[in-house]
């Protein structure tokens, strides 16, 4: 090895490490992303399913009727809630979902939506009875820090749902959030 070749040794080691770094942030990126849509398709099944047994209560069973089921939601729901229309989407919703006013069904109507972290609707479902429920859904996420702690656990937020059909067609969702 020559004098004049250290410079050019340090110049490859320097460039291998920059070219490795930027290699493992794009590939962080990739696996976060991936994530992500994972989350967001859990969280639809989710929806699916909740879905499915009001639309069951909702018309074929007797008023007095009830179901019980568990929903575990990811952390990019921002709430779950009934709404007059299916284009209404409350100020505040993760703020919401963590209110010790969020109690004795706040939100109602006769849609029932499910809001994503990061996106400006909501996908809301029609029904033919009222449904009457608190807001679901995830914490609201507080730093930067939050959100990649809570990304990289992926943890998820586990309710049980009571639903109860009453007399007058409105179907009652009495939450408790299982830890």
Avoid at 53 to 72: D, F, H, Q, W
Avoid at 159 to 178: A, M
Wanted: aromatic share 8%.
């Amino acid at each position: 090895m020559k004098k004049g070749d250290a410079p050019s040794l340090w110049l490859w080691i320097i460039g291998g490490f920059l070219l490795a770094s930027l290699t493992l942030v794009i590939l962080w990126q990739l696996l976060a992303t991936a994530q992500v849509g994972f989350m967001r398709k859990a969280a639809a099944q989710e929806f699916t399913g909740l879905d499915n047994e009001l639309s069951y209560l909702c018309s074929a069973v007797s008023p007095g009727s009830s179901r019980t089921i568990n929903m575990k939601l990811p952390t990019v729901v921002e709430g779950i809630y009934a709404a007059p229309s299916e284009t209404y989407i409350p100020q505040n919703l993760s703020q919401l979902v963590d209110s010790p006013l969020n109690k004795g069904g706040i939100s109602n109507g006769k849609y029932v939506c499910l809001k994503l972290r990061g996106e400006a609707k909501a996908q809301c479902n029609h029904f033919e009875c009222t449904i009457v429920t608190d807001y679901l859904g995830a914490s609201p996420k507080d730093s930067f820090f939050d959100q990649l702690r809570q990304l990289a656990s992926s943890p998820t937020f586990n309710y049980d749902l009571l639903l109860t059909k009453t007399e007058d067609n409105r179907i009652i969702i009495n939450e408790t959030r299982v830890e």
